[in-house]
């Protein structure tokens, strides 16, 4: 499966940005989906993740209660709602898929399919 991002984009601090997947097949019921990012100097790390049906989600500590993940399995699209963002929420953020079920208890870490990333930029 291919996989797309997009939505990025500047914002100031705040502020608020939906990001968008889409996959180039069907990915609801089968896989797995989260949203990673990765900071300038930084490694990447987990934002969220969310089951095959949609209904299991799991967030970072850091986004919690500002970030929440969805998906729409008719139209093969995963979406992230991001508020209150803040300057430290700057970076590359992307989509990934695997076909290993999820609870939705844990971050997600080792996927197997990765889509291209989308800048965003909060400014102070």
């Known amino acids: 499966v291919q996989l797309q991002a997009s939505g990025g984009g500047l914002v100031q601090a705040g502020g608020s940005l939906r990001l968008s997947c889409t996959a180039s097949?069907?990915?609801?019921?089968?896989?797995?989906m989260g949203w990673f990012r990765q900071a300038p100097g930084k490694e990447r790390e987990f934002v969220a993740g969310?089951?095959?049906?949609?209904?299991?989600?799991y967030y970072a500590d850091s986004v919690k209660g500002r970030f929440s993940i969805s998906r729409d399995n008719t139209k093969n699209t995963l979406y992230l709602q991001m508020n209150s963002l803040k300057p430290e929420d700057t970076a590359v953020y992307c989509c990934?898929?695997?076909?290993?079920?999820?609870?939705?208890?844990?971050?997600?870490?080792?996927?197997?399919?990765w889509g291209k990333g989308t800048l965003v930029t909060v400014s102070s």
């Open positions: 097949r069907r990915t609801g019921y089968i896989y797995t």
């Open positions: 969310i089951n095959t049906s949609g209904v299991r989600t």
């Open positions: 990934a898929a695997d076909r290993a079920p999820y609870s939705g208890t844990y971050p997600l870490r080792s996927m197997n399919y």
